[in-house]
């Protein structure tokens, strides 16, 4: 007989089950609706993301987070492949603003300091330039060859205000970026 393939060790922390969990996605705007899921994968069949990902069901997500896998959840990197494009939340038949769920999801991940560098590069560079790419000197120069007006310039004052207003500062120890 074949052997088996060996099962993913997990840590036992991160499979801990904390029935608080939901009562904290809850609290957040849109978050009620995930007590209302009765995980008929409506979500996961129409999410262009879970199409082309082996790993992303945003089903999956809300069942853990309805049992209180919190760790689980917070630190995976699956969360953050939605594209918040909510086709989930119209095929929704329970009405779950499934989306936003995730969102809150993140949010909490964001609280606890995790977050993919890549989304914490790309709010830097909103703070730094007011644009979420930074634009390279020779795309510059070639704008100016074909004649074309320069980039507006970002208010950055108004830049700062929002991202303090929204509590970002912290998450980019903004005194080192600036
Ligand atoms: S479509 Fe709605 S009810 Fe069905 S699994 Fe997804 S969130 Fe739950
Ligand atoms: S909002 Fe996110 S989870 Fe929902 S269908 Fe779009 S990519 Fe998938």
């Not at 953050?80 to 936003?100: G, S």
């Not at 208010?155 to 207003?165: A, S």
Request: charged share 30%.
């Amino acid at each position: 007989m074949a052997d088996r393939p060996e099962m993913p060790k997990m840590k036992p922390e991160t499979l801990k089950l904390d029935p608080s969990f939901k009562y904290e996605v809850m609290k957040e705007h849109d978050g009620e609706t995930l007590k209302v899921c009765f995980q008929c994968g409506s979500c996961t069949s129409s999410c262009p993301t879970a199409r082309f990902s082996t790993s992303y069901r945003p089903r999956t997500i809300l069942r853990m987070a309805q049992l209180g896998l919190r760790q689980k959840i917070l630190a995976s990197p699956t969360l953050w492949l939605c594209t918040a494009c909510f086709t989930c939340t119209d095929r929704c038949p329970q009405d779950v603003e499934v989306a936003n769920v995730l969102r809150v999801l993140r949010n909490l991940a964001v609280k606890k300091g995790q977050i993919p560098g890549i989304f914490t590069e790309l709010a830097s560079n909103i703070y730094t330039t007011g644009y979420v790419y930074k634009i390279p000197e020779m795309r510059l120069r070639k704008r100016a060859e074909l004649g074309l007006p320069p980039l507006p310039k970002a208010n950055l004052d108004e830049v700062d205000k929002l991202i303090e207003l929204a509590g970002g500062k912290k998450l980019l120890k903004s005194e080192e970026v600036r």
